[in-house]
């Protein structure tokens, strides 16, 4: 069996208009069919469940997808990029993001095309 084209999309922004496209569709080969509306209502609960689970200092982990953690930075000493002079920057809370096995996964198997591309666009 021939593997299919991949099409190269290098520098274009996949939104979440186009996840909600196509959840949409590939739920339609399933038993479950769902309409655009549904899938963009889920979503807009997917983001509202994990904003409060962090902002509560919880941690996020959707195994072979992402981890997302709370963290705390401290404050310390940097440099105005404009001016270049010295100035403080406060202390705040971030967010660390980690790839999941899935999607480190689906990194190491991108073809040679896509590889170039990507080192190219830097």
Do not use: C, W
Not at 18 to 36: F, H, M, V
């Amino acid at each position: 069996m021939a593997k299919a084209k991949i099409t190269n999309n290098v520098g274009t922004t996949f939104t979440t208009e186009d996840i909600i496209k196509g959840i949409s569709e590939k739920s339609k080969a399933t038993d479950t069919a769902l309409s655009q509306k549904d899938v963009a209502h889920t979503i807009n609960l997917l983001k509202e469940v994990v904003g409060e689970a962090l902002s509560s200092g919880q941690k996020i982990q959707m195994t072979g997808f992402v981890t997302i953690e709370p963290s705390y930075r401290s404050s310390r000493k940097g440099n105005n990029v404009v001016t270049g002079e010295p100035m403080d920057i406060p202390e705040s809370a971030v967010l660390n993001v980690k790839a999941g096995k899935g999607l480190k996964d689906v990194a190491k198997g991108y073809d040679k095309d896509i590889l170039d591309a990507l080192k190219n666009s830097k």
